[in-house]
T-cell receptor, first 112, second 112 residues
Framework: QQQVKQSPQSLIVQKGGISIINCAYE??????FPWYQQFPGKGPALLIA?????SEKKEGRFTISFNKSAKQFSLHIMDSQPGDSATYFC???????????FGSGTRLSIRP | DAGVIQSPRHEVTEMGQEVTLRCKPI?????LFWYRQTMMRGLELLIY????????DSGMPEDRFSAKMPNASFSTLKIQPSEPRDSAVYFC??????????FGDGTRLSIL
């Protein structure tokens, strides 16, 4: 079973701070790396995604950094807000139309 | 757009009973996925369909689980007989190539 290792398991950040979540993958054949955000009682929702041909992708306060040689990628949330409090999952897949392998999740809490 | 619709939202039943979970994908999407989320195993893919045909059912835990997609707008996941270890949140997701997977809000299943 190909795995995606995610850390930390939980994270507490002060409002306005930077939240950083890290993931490592094994299978170099994967070419789509999405991050999902999940609120309690809701399904995961796509937050941002990257392909391995770029090293960084930024959308608003959210940035993915991708290190292909190290097989690692990370999510940075700048100026973290209480509304960002949720569980975040990194994932790998061949495309959106194929099976997604999820990391174990990071429960993020932003303190006001 | 109503999104992916799952029913019921909550199901509590006794061990040995048959359980049927239902999913209506987003209209026009031709891929449908069933996932299970537990604290111990995280989010894991059970099965997915393309144009109503099962493509990969390697994640289905055992013969007690079955899934069908009789048409493009409806799918079921059935557990017979149910066991306490089947307690989890079950998600359905749909997509088409080039689009992200859209998840429903899940069915929280409790087997007593």
């Amino acid at each position: 079973q190909q795995q995606v290792k995610q850390s930390p398991q939980s994270l507490i950040v002060q409002k306005g701070g930077i939240s950083i979540i890290n993931c490592a993958y094994e299978n170099t054949a994967f070419d789509y790396f999405p991050w999902y955000q999940q609120f309690p009682g809701k399904g995961p929702a796509l937050l941002i995604a990257i392909r391995p041909d770029v090293s960084e992708k930024k959308e608003g306060r959210f940035t993915i950094s991708f290190n292909k040689s190290a097989k690692q990628f990370s999510l940075h949330i700048m100026d973290s807000q209480p509304g960002d409090s949720a569980t975040y999952f990194c994932a790998t897949t061949y495309s959106s139309a194929s099976k997604i392998i999820f990391g174990s999740g990071t429960r993020l809490s932003i303190r006001p | 757009d109503a999104g992916v619709i799952q029913s019921p939202r909550h199901e509590v039943t006794e061990m040995g009973q048959e359980v049927t979970l239902r999913c209506k994908p987003i209209s026009g999407h031709d891929y449908l996925f069933w996932y299970r989320q537990t604290m111990m195993r995280g989010l894991e893919l059970l099965i997915y369909f393309n144009n109503n045909v099962p493509i990969d059912d390697s994640g289905m835990p055992e013969d007690r689980f079955s899934a069908k997609m009789p048409n493009a707008s409806f799918s079921t996941l059935k557990i017979q007989p149910s066991e306490p270890r089947d307690s989890a949140v079950y998600f359905c997701a749909s997509t088409s190539p080039g689009l992200p997977q859209h998840f429903g809000d899940g069915t929280r299943l409790s087997i007593l």
